[in-house]
């Protein structure tokens, strides 16, 4: 489904882009005032993906971009990016996950399962405002050390100012992936299945989750931005299927939590 030549045509077509607008304006591309946004969201989410039980976690919040005519939409979906290419309608760039490590440590339901090295995913993300209320986000990224899979993230928010200061928002999520992502964290090997119990599995790429998510979110200054959020997802595919999820686990997954961050602006030449 997913090849890793598409990620690296991808990350040539961020680079001639910038190269392509530094020529056409006689600046560099990073000339202008940009932004930016650091923060962190706690929140109660399952102990790893597939577990039927959650618990306490936190993650970072950051973003990077030049400054736009008007605020942007932001979600905590998204992951730490860097944009290249910005307009009124439409961003493009690179973006980065850190992806933790997993082992038996993380739930009992895992034990004779091999430990999932922490690691990272890289790659580059879209997003288009088709109207003033409506974002959509594309995220594609290749796994390094973690896994060796590729990611993909689609989602679109809707969103609207209850007032100047509280703004509703959620809409649909997806997430695909390829094999290698799915081998690492919901195959079971015959070694596996005989040391924890679970049937074998062998899982191919497809379609991980499906699911929506809403937040709420308040702007106490022109900086600071908080909010609270709710995800649900049902986990699909080969996700649904592992004998992880099916015995030990549940499809269904929820999150909830709250989160805060605050904007830097600030000028490059």
């Known amino acids: 489904m997913f090849t890793k030549s598409r990620l690296l045509f ?8 910038a190269g392509a607008a530094s020529a056409g304006d006689g600046q560099h591309f990073w000339s202008g005032n940009w932004y930016l946004s650091v923060g ?3 929140f109660s989410a399952p102990k790893f993906e597939g577990s039927k039980h959650n618990k306490l976690q936190w993650s970072p919040l950051i973003s990077v971009g030049k400054q736009g005519p008007g605020p942007r939409f932001s979600s905590r979906n998204d992951n730490p990016s860097f944009a290249l290419i910005e307009s009124d309608a439409f961003r493009v760039g690179i973006v980065g996950k850190f992806v933790p490590s997993r082992d038996s440590s993380d739930g009992r339901e895992l034990r004779g399962l091999k430990k999932v090295k922490w690691g990272v995913e890289a790659g580059g993300f879209a997003e288009a405002y088709p109207t003033d209320w409506l974002r959509a986000r594309v995220e594609v990224r290749q796994g390094i050390r973690a896994h060796s899979g590729l990611v993909a993230d689609a989602a679109v928010d809707a969103f609207t100012d209850i007032t100047p200061e509280l703004r509703l ?5 997806m997430t695909l992936a390829s094999n290698d992502y799915f081998n690492t964290y919901y195959g079971v090997n015959a ?3 005989a040391a924890s119990g679970l049937s074998r599995y062998n899982p191919g790429g497809g379609v991980k989750s499906v699911g929506a998510g809403g937040a709420l979110t308040w702007k106490p200054s022109e900086n600071w ?3 609270t959020f709710l995800e649900y997802t049902r986990l699909t595919g080969p996700a649904g299927d592992s004998s992880l999820v099916r015995e030990r686990g ?6 909830i939590g709250v989160s805060a961050s605050y904007k830097f602006n600030f000028t490059m030449n």
């Open 169 to 173: 928002s959620g809409g649909p999520r």
């Open 10 to 17: 991808t990350f040539g077509l961020f680079a001639a882009s």
């Open 40 to 42: 962190a969201a706690g």
């Open 191 to 193: 070694r596996e299945a």
């Open 225 to 227: 931005t908080t909010s």
């Open 250 to 255: 549940d499809r269904n997954q929820l999150l």
